[in-house]
């Protein structure tokens, strides 16, 4: 009804539409049911989170394992783990743990065997870091065997993982790294070494080569972000840069510095005269290294001479070099180096057979553990009177470059274990040069 004008009563108001309230029952349920849902679902997303973390925790968990020392050779061995403030030394066999470094002198040599039975032979004068000693905890998954090799050489000889998914045995030194896995679809044992080569003109390990050598089996070498396969009976050695050198049978040189390319670094000079002729007879002979060339090959070359000048007596001057390295193949040794002899007097090896412008003598301890010297001498004047037996030594062309190589393996009785390298001339005057000095010997894992 239209209100009319004058008409003091109000228009009618239509009543406004009614919704349910927040609080509304069926709202209330709703949001319950809404909020159970998410609290479900994260619930859910937490217990397959918890359960993924438990089966993952279970599968990698792995667990620290000791290794023993045993002695090979040599009476006493440093150890220091992660707690010492120093090294302790041990002379008996003695179990090691994860960080614990491994020190050998000169002529001691120790096996470390893992709880798997994988040995890894420690040579003379090497420090050893066991960073890693593991397997899974709860199932047969992994093994894990990890050593940084600091000096020296390492052998290792790899057991098969047997029931364990996977087995890795890894060897580290001056930032390369060698690898030999199993797998229980590929079951491997197998051997191989790592050596850090010294210039010896004490570069830091980092600027060293690496030398690695497989025995048996195959193994991954890594330097620099290059990576090399080597399997059975091959060796290389890697230079700082990663790149590798030749593939060849696995040699161990037993010299450093053999060149001379690092001066006398590794080598210690000498003049001497008998206890008869000190004082009287001058010690007027030089030992130097100089530059020359061989088939067109620049060399440095050690000389070492004594001036024509007609002073009677005899003097001796050369170089020595400390090796203290066992042999593992003792039927295997061999003795390279190129000799040019310019002057020698007397002629022959003078009145008493022992005056020569070069002789080399090894010291080293024979198989029953004896203290042994062996030398040959090498002139290039004979003298018709006083001849030469061929064991004593040989004859060489004068004035001219000479590449010898000397078999040693039938030595009797055979050596065990290399003393010291001996470089040296006897008499009243020569002029003799050397060089690419080497002393090699075949590898075998024992």
Same mark, same amino acid.
Request: proline content about 5%; charged content about 20%; hydrophobic content about 40%.
């Given at each position: ?174 930032? $390369? ?34 030398? $690695? ?5 195959? $193994? ?15 060796? /290389? ?10 593939? /060849? ?76 390295? /066992? ?14 002899? /310019? ?76 003393? $010291? ?26």
């Amino acid at each position: 009804m239209t209100s009319q004008a004058g008409d003091p009563r109000p228009e009618p108001v239509s009543p406004a539409p009614q919704f349910d309230g927040p609080r509304s029952p069926e709202n209330q349920i709703k949001r319950a049911w809404l909020v159970l849902g998410v609290v479900s679902a994260w619930s859910f997303i937490l217990l397959v989170a918890l359960i993924s973390g438990v089966v993952w925790a279970s599968r990698h968990a792995t667990e620290a394992h000791d290794a023993r020392i045993t002695f090979i050779s040599g009476s006493g061995v440093l150890i220091r783990s992660p707690a010492d403030a120093d090294w302790r030394l041990i002379d008996a066999d003695q179990m090691v743990s994860e960080g614990d470094r491994v020190s050998t002198a000169l002529g001691t040599v120790v096996t470390l065997t893992a709880f798997d039975g994988t040995t890894v032979e420690i040579a003379e004068d090497s420090v050893v870091t066991i960073d890693r000693m593991r397997s899974s905890r709860f199932f047969d998954r992994t093994k894990l065997v990890t050593l940084r090799l600091e000096r020296g050489a390492v052998y290792a000889n790899m057991v098969p993982s047997g029931n364990y998914s996977y087995s890795e045995l890894v060897i580290e030194a001056a930032g $390369a790294r060698a690898v030999m896995a199993s797998e229980v679809s590929r079951q491997q044992e197998g051997a191989f070494l790592v050596e850090i080569v010294s210039p010896g003109d004490g570069s830091a390990p980092a600027d060293a080569s690496v030398r $690695a050598a497989v025995l048996r089996g195959q $193994a991954t070498v890594t330097r620099a972000d290059r990576e090399l396969t080597l399997t059975e009976n091959q060796q /290389t050695v890697i230079d700082p840069t990663g790149v590798a050198g030749k593939i /060849t049978a696995p040699v161990r040189e037993l010299l450093v510095n053999g060149s001379f390319e690092n001066g006398l670094a590794g080598w210690v000079d000498f003049r001497q005269q008998n206890a008869q002729q000190a004082g009287i007879v001058p010690v007027n002979a030089s030992v130097d290294l100089v530059s020359d060339q061989i088939q067109g090959a620049d060399v440095v070359a050690l000389a070492i001479s004594r001036p024509s000048d007609g002073t009677a007596g005899t003097v001796q001057a050369g170089v020595r070099q400390r090796v203290g390295k /066992t042999l593992r193949v003792i039927t295997s040794l061999r003795l390279q180096f190129d000799v040019r002899i /310019t002057d020698q007097q007397p002629a022959g090896g003078g009145d008493d057979l022992n005056q020569f412008p070069l002789i080399v003598m090894l010291d080293y301890i024979d198989v029953e553990g004896k203290e042994r010297t062996w030398s040959h001498a090498y002139y290039a004047v004979s003298d018709p009177d006083r001849p030469i037996d061929e064991f004593r030594g040989s004859r060489v062309e004068r004035d001219a470059w000479s590449r010898v190589s000397y078999d040693l393996s039938n030595l009797t009785p055979l050596p065990r274990q290399i003393t $010291a390298v001996v470089l040296y001339a006897s008499g009243q005057s020569y002029q003799t040069r050397v060089t690419n000095v080497s002393l090699t010997s075949g590898e075998l894992l024992r």
